[in-house]
């Protein structure tokens, strides 16, 4: 995917979905930060919510044409950002891959790569991902917003809404969408 296919249009402003948020999780009232809180909460009867996994999606879903968002990501590791389907299942952890509805790209310790997949490091380490969704296209493609450097792309075929996605599994993690 070639990121000027997407430089003439504007980022989307993307707000998050409380919602759908581990309950641990803190979103700020303009819903564009996210983070932990005090307490990781008691399992949440809504459906919605995810569940043991600290992840959120976001309020805005694509079933067609083409998108981009930048994330800042805050802490040194523990975050994954990219998109999930509607349907991805909001109770399985270790199921947070391509075939299970969520493509994401994660940095673990000293490791940027695919959600459960290793690759090398990048030279360093992003502040600010940019996500490249083309629906018709079948792609998702990841880039270091501070200077375009391609991090990784996936390659699928999307049959329903994707929104985007955000899985805080270090204390430390700060997600903010960026305007």
């Known amino acids: 995917m070639d990121l000027l296919q997407f430089s003439p249009a504007p980022a989307e402003i993307l707000t998050l979905d409380a919602a759908s948020g ?4 803190v ?16 399992p949440p009867s809504d459906h919605r919510r995810f ?14 044409g083409r998108h981009r ?19 991805v299942s909001r109770r399985d952890p270790t199921e947070l891959q391509p075939q299970h509805g969520v493509w994401a790209v994660e940095l673990g310790r000293y490791v940027l790569c695919p959600l459960f997949q290793w690759s090398p490091a990048p030279s360093q380490r992003p502040h600010r991902i940019q996500v490249c969704l083309d629906y018709e296209g079948g792609r998702v493609a990841f880039y270091d917003a501070e200077n375009l450097t391609p991090l990784f792309t996936f390659t699928a075929s999307f049959t329903e809404m994707l929104f985007p996605f955000f899985w805080l599994w270090a204390p430390s993690t700060r997600i903010t969408l960026c305007p």
Do not use: T, Y
């Open 27 to 42: 979103v700020s009232p303009d819903r564009h930060s996210v983070w932990h809180g005090n307490s990781w909460g008691c």
């Open 51 to 64: 569940f043991p996994a600290p992840c959120i999606l976001g309020s805005e879903g694509f079933s067609s």
């Open 22 to 25: 581990h309950p641990g999780l």
């Open 69 to 87: 968002w930048e994330v800042e990501v805050g802490g040194e590791d523990g975050w994954a950002v990219g998109v999930a389907r509607e349907s």
